[in-house]
């Protein structure tokens, strides 16, 4: 994995402390609609399937995945609460309806976005210098400009210097109703939707800890089966169902719904702000809009500030940004990293277009000659990667790690959940799905995984004979490997490897070693009779399994049948194997050769094998017995 110039890592880490930061773009790479222009799209369909319940109206237009959300949110009664919440959200709401219209103008030019952040700011700065302008005893040209200005989301509403206060509390209030919509839509419609995508740069980093500016748990969703130790701080919190508030009727002079709305808004913790804009020297005095303020938001909602810990943490740390467009609106937290000596950022970006914008938004955060100093040189702390493209999760190595996770923690799942991943396994393994398992490695990871929740037994053959047409079917480079890789703490302070998974390591490493020993025997020019050819077996410590006795056995025919060597000479080989290194798995492998062969001359030879070993059997048996008595 490249992680950008002069950046030394791997798969396994730098060492560093490994930082994700996400932002929206995250969700979008993973199949979510989680854009503005998605949540207004809900708003508007809600208002058209609330309008056709409650007032009989015509049955709005949507596509299949919204109406057959809206008829079962509509439909079904334990649902209510929400749809009372909705409408109590977003009835007349002033800055949803105020969006409406924009993103309405931006559709006549064939635009489909809208930012509310920034339209949020543009509303709140025109409002505060209409306080400023207000105050005067005259009524300059600028007045009414920006009088009219803010009649785009006040519309009718006398707008006079004395109302400005309930003005202010007015639209802070529609705000906080807003974001409790918002809240509801991540939550019950983006949230009900399965991810069926991963980013494999993601699936690379596993990070250490993960900083999110989304209201979405997607990291947890998709990465978090086998990240299992990283989770997720919200800074701008997280979307919870917090629409119970509706369920009880709390009701309040003049208003049924508005105690409820309000206990609602107060339990909701999402920032959904703007930035700082007055200058430094003007903002302890000015406070009348810093409710609006992202820095305030947070401090008030006490969202994650995990992220401060990590930066006292004395070292270096590498910071993985992706999906979020490095806008000023979060330029105080994103400082906080940017201009630390000890953090080196790796910025993904999706296309040439998005990067001209990532260091355009950069230069106003850090300024022209920082961002230079940090891009430039031999050892720059920031660079640009293009991401890699978001691939299916079903049926990829990812989709295996994250099976791994799960059985990791089947115990914590609901049974019916953990039912159905060890049925998807066994039904992997009975169709030799060789792309699933991937390489010995992952067939190791899973073997341990299962072995640590006492079902290791069970799956131990199939496994291995997995792991072995992995190298043999599919050609995986065969390896040997370290039974310390797959060490954990014990609670009695020990570390180590599971036994029985070591034990499954040295029976991978034995086929190993003895497949490549064979495969040189191949390919060599020196004397390959099969007396040569299977010496090695005699002296590996390693047992002779399957896939190596067919090899041996097709060997032995050819060599029956060809006549070259003397009869005796090559029975007596193939004794001393079946009764030798392949004795385990012999007499099984013999029967079971002899079940699919019709060849009446191969039948014979397998039946006197199986003979030669039961002999061989009793006659160990009773010199076993003999010993016993003497004793």
Known sequence: MWLGANFETDEKGTGDMKILMIGNGFDLEHGLPTKYTDFLDYIITFRGYYARVYQGQVKPRCDADKGDYFEKLFSHKKNHYKVEALQAMTKDNLWIDYFIKVREQHLKNKENWIDFESEISRIVQDLDEFQKIAGSSSRTEEYYHYKEKLREILEQEDLTPEAIPKTIDKLMLELNKLICALEIYLDDYVGGKKIILYNPDIAQIHPDNVISFNYTDTFRK?????????????????????????????????????????????????????????????????????????????????????????????????????????????????????????????????????????????????????????????????????????????????????????????????????????????????????????????????????????????????????????????GCEPKQFNEEDWSCGEYDGSFGPDADTAAFIKEINSFTWIYQNAHEQEHTDEEDDIFSKYEYLFHSDGEVREPIFKRVWEDFRKACSEGAYSQKKLWDFMRSIVLGPAQNIAYGTIRKFRQETDDPIEIAQLTELMYEMEANEYMESVAENLHNKLD
């Not at 260091?359 to 050892?379: F, P, R, W």
Request: charged share 35%.
């Open 222 to 474: 998709v990465y978090g089966e086998y990240d299992t130790n990283t989770l997720p701080s919200f800074v701008h919190g997280m979307a919870t169902d917090h629409t119970d508030r509706f369920r009880v009727r709390l009701r309040k002079k003049g208003d049924k719904n508005a105690n409820r709305v309000e206990r609602t808004i107060e339990k909701n913790n999402m920032v959904l702000g703007i930035d700082e804009y007055l200058p430094e020297d003007r903002r302890a005095a000015e406070i009348d809009f810093i409710e609006f303020k992202k820095f305030y938001q947070r401090i008030y909602k006490g969202t994650g500030n995990e992220y401060k810990k990590w930066l006292l943490a004395n070292e270096p740390k590498m910071l993985y940004i992706f999906g979020h467009s490095l806008d000023v609106t979060d330029r105080d937290l994103l400082r906080e990293f940017l201009e630390r000596d000890d953090v080196k950022t790796v910025v993904f970006y999706l296309d040439n277009k998005q990067r001209r914008q990532l260091i355009t938004n950069l230069v106003k955060i850090l300024g022209e000659d920082a961002v230079i100093e940090k891009t430039y040189g031999n050892n720059p702390s920031i660079v640009f990667q293009k991401q890699s493209p978001a691939e299916k999760i079903e049926n990829s190595k990812f989709d295996l790690l994250r099976d791994i996770g799960r059985v990791r923690r089947l115990c914590e799942m609901p049974e019916a959940s953990a039912r159905v991943l060890l049925n998807k396994i066994d039904t992997k393994i009975n169709d030799r799905d060789l792309e699933y398992f991937g390489t010995q490695v992952e067939v190791i990871d899973l073997f341990d995984a299962l072995q640590r929740i006492g079902l290791g037994e069970r799956y131990k053959d199939d496994l291995y004979h997995i792991a072995v047409s992995l190298v043999e079917e599919v």
